[in-house]
C-alpha cells in the first residue's frame, strides 16, 4: 500500500487548505483511513478519520467544526477539508491506513502504512 498526500502550503490564519491522500495497491474496503499531525517539537497527534465502507468519522476536539474529512471510492483518495485555519494547526500532516478494521482507532500503532507528509503553514 502507498499513501500520497498532497495539499500542503502557506496560508493565513483563517483561511482555508484541502489535503488529499491518494492510496495505491490495494482496493479498499473494511479498512480506515486517518490523518495525523505534528507540530514542532510536539508528537504526532490524531486528526480525524474515515471508515471506508460506509463514511463514519471521527475528529480531534482541536479541529472539530472547522474541519472535514471525505472519500472518494472511486478515485481511492481521502480529503481533508481545513477550514478556519489558526496559526496552533501548522504542522506535518500524514495520512495513514488502518487495514482491516471498521472503527476508528486515534493511536499511531493502529495505522498500518504512513504517507510521507505534506506541511501545513498558518500564518498570523
Known amino acids: 500500500v502507498q499513501l500520497q498526500a498532497s495539499g500542503g502550503g502557506l496560508v493565513q490564519a483563517g483561511g482555508s487548505l484541502r489535503l488529499a491522500c491518494e492510496a495505491s495497491?490495494?482496493?479498499?474496503?473494511?479498512?480506515?483511513m486517518g490523518w495525523f499531525r505534528r507540530a514542532p517539537g510536539k508528537g504526532r497527534d490524531f486528526v480525524s478519520a474515515?471508515?471506508?465502507?460506509?463514511?463514519?468519522?471521527g475528529y480531534a476536539d482541536s479541529v472539530a467544526g472547522r474541519f472535514t474529512i471525505s472519500r472518494d471510492n472511486v478515485k481511492n483518495t481521502m480529503y481533508l477539508q481545513m477550514n478556519s485555519l489558526k496559526p496552533e494547526d501548522t504542522a506535518v500532516y500524514y495520512c495513514?491506513?488502518?487495514?482491516?478494521?471498521?472503527?476508528?482507532?486515534?493511536?499511531?500503532?493502529?495505522?498500518?502504512?504512513w504517507g510521507q507528509g505534506t506541511l501545513v503553514t498558518v500564518s498570523s
Open positions: 495513514a491506513a488502518d487495514i482491516n478494521r471498521d472503527f476508528i482507532q486515534t493511536m499511531t500503532y493502529s495505522y498500518d502504512y
Open positions: 495497491g490495494r482496493a479498499f474496503s473494511r479498512d480506515v
Open positions: 474515515i471508515t471506508w465502507t460506509d463514511g463514519r468519522t
